[in-house]
């Protein structure tokens, strides 16, 4: 059965840092683009990450560049999202999605996700 | 950036009636390689979000026929032909055309 689950998410403090990790499981995870998609409490889905099927093209939304790190692990079937300086806004449950070219890469499979809270 | 905008915001519908939700981007959803890359999910209570339709009108396997998407450039439309109980939650729209990907701000479908 395919599966992803996060982990990783916590509360952590402002200007911190937080690495969280979504485990792959039932599909071969070398072959599929992956997703990072956050969700502010309250609020509606934000894009956040995605890197290539083999790691070597990553892109990010404008809020999270220059902090954030998107990366992949096949040997492992993991993928990771390291937050550095970290901020209040930053709060929310993270999601990892698989991107499907067989229905042109909309995100087929998601996990339960992650919380993040970012607070002093 | 491409903004995607929903309305409405929100929708009660009774059991059995029919509901549509309206999604336009600001730019043209329309690839080089002839395709637009306009999805729908819904998130349901305290479930992560599910994908219904990709490419506009391809309803997900084991989507129900009664979902079914529609539209073209920067005008979309999702449509609910008989609503269920089972169909409270949050439907997005989202479009992967240009980076950044862009999400709806979501409509919340409630049953009366």
């Known amino acids: 059965q395919v599966h992803l689950v996060e982990s990783g998410g916590g509360v952590v403090q402002p200007g911190r840092s937080l690495r969280l990790s979504c485990a792959a499981s039932?599909?071969?995870?070398?072959?599929?683009?992956m997703h990072w998609v956050r969700q502010a409490p309250g609020k509606g889905l934000e894009w956040v990450a995605v890197?290539?099927?083999?790691?070597?093209?990553?892109h990010y939304s404008d809020s999270v560049r220059g902090r954030f790190t998107i990366s992949r692990d096949s040997s492992n079937n993991t993928l990771y999202l390291q937050m550095n300086t970290l901020r209040p806004e930053d709060t929310a449950v993270y999601f990892c999605?698989?991107?499907?070219?067989?229905?042109?890469?909309?995100?087929?499979?998601w996990g339960q996700g992650t919380m993040v809270t970012v607070s002093s | 950036d491409i903004v995607m905008t929903q309305t409405p915001l929100s929708l009660s519908v009774t059991p059995g009636q029919p509901a549509s939700i309206s999604c336009k981007s600001s730019?043209?959803?329309?690839?080089?390689?002839?395709?637009?890359?306009l999805y729908w999910y819904v998130q349901k209570p305290g479930q992560s979000p599910q994908l219904l339709i990709s490419?506009?009108?391809y309803r997900f396997s084991g989507v129900p026929d009664r979902f079914s998407g529609s539209g073209s450039g920067t005008d979309f439309t999702l449509k609910i032909s008989r609503v269920e109980a089972e169909d409270v939650g949050v439907y997005y729209c989202?479009?992967?055309?240009?980076?950044?990907?862009?999400f709806g701000q979501g409509t919340k479908l409630e049953i009366k």
């Open positions: 999605a698989r991107a499907n070219w067989v229905v042109s890469y909309a995100f087929d499979i």
């Open positions: 039932g599909f071969t995870f070398s072959t599929y683009a």
């Open positions: 890197i290539s099927f083999d790691g070597n093209h990553k």
């Open positions: 730019q043209s959803l329309l690839n080089s390689d002839g395709k637009t890359n």
């Open positions: 490419e506009v009108s």
């Open positions: 989202m479009q992967s055309a240009q980076l950044p990907y862009s």
